[in-house]
T-cell receptor
Framework: DTGVSQDPRHKITKRGQNVTFRCDPI?????LYWYRQTLGQGPEFLTY????????KSRLLSDRFSAERPKGSFSTLEIQRTEQGDSAMYLC?????????????FGEGSWLTVV | GESVGLHLPTLSVQEGDNSIINCAYS??????FIWYKQESGKGPQFIID?????DKRQGQRVTVLLNKTVKHLSLQIAATQPGDSAVYFC??????????FGKGTRLHILP
């Protein structure tokens, strides 16, 4: 499978615990995006990378959230001291380098439930 | 603000009829737009895209129309099938390549 891969697909955690999600983009895709989606809503932008450089972070991304892409390939999204409001699906997407018209492909998402 | 909105949250269509899903976008500087289909529990699936130098693009059973004057997009699905049941999102790609989604329209196919 050469699509965007996310792991784990589902995670249940207790409030206050830390969780980490991993995203493997499509090979040779330089752009990598993280989004969050709650039920009945469209995906909300969190952050994105060009290679290893983090270009922008949404104000939705509190200090408890951190994303990295250390080698410009896979990326991790860590949530510290999880809260019930963090329960959502976390989506990763990738595309070729910047430029209009580069199709953006999404993974199947990582579901987080904070209990 | 950063928003892409949809006019109808739910659309019910008879199987075999054509479906039209509408979307309004906010940033007149956006030059690329994508329609995604999302089935329950899955990530958004690319359907069709259009650049701002076009006003129409056709794919297999789908057509996207772009009206830059009123900042409006539509997705037309011909001969709607049960497998078309999903939530459809339009996405607006800003000049800095950030993707902004609307809330989505749920397409319900009637037998």
């Amino acid at each position: 499978d050469t699509g965007v891969s996310q792991d784990p697909r589902h995670k249940i955690t207790k409030r206050g615990q830390n969780v980490t999600f991993r995203c493997d983009p499509i090979s040779e895709h330089n752009r990598l995006y993280w989004y969050r989606q709650t039920l009945g809503q469209g995906p909300e932008f969190l952050t994105y990378f060009q290679n290893e450089a983090q270009l922008e972070k949404s104000r939705l991304l509190s200090d408890r959230f951190s994303a990295e892409r250390p080698k410009g390939s896979f990326s991790t999204l860590e949530i510290q001291r999880t809260e019930q409001g963090d329960s959502a699906m976390y989506l990763c997407a990738s595309s070729l380098s910047a430029g209009s018209g580069n199709t953006i492909y999404f993974g199947e998402g990582s579901w987080l439930t904070v209990v | 603000g950063e928003s892409v909105g949809l006019h109808l949250p739910t659309l019910s269509v008879q199987e075999g009829d054509n479906s039209i899903i509408n979307c309004a976008y906010s940033n007149s500087a956006s030059d690329y737009f994508i329609w995604y289909k999302q089935e329950s529990g899955k990530g958004p699936q690319f359907i069709i895209d259009i650049r701002s130098n076009m006003d129409k693009r056709q794919g297999q059973r789908v057509t996207v129309l772009l009206n830059k004057t009123v900042k409006h997009l539509s997705l037309q699905i011909a001969a709607t099938q049960p497998g078309d049941s999903a939530v459809y999102f339009c996405a607006e790609i800003y000049p800095n390549d950030k993707i902004i989604f609307g809330k989505g329209t749920r397409l319900h196919i009637l037998p």
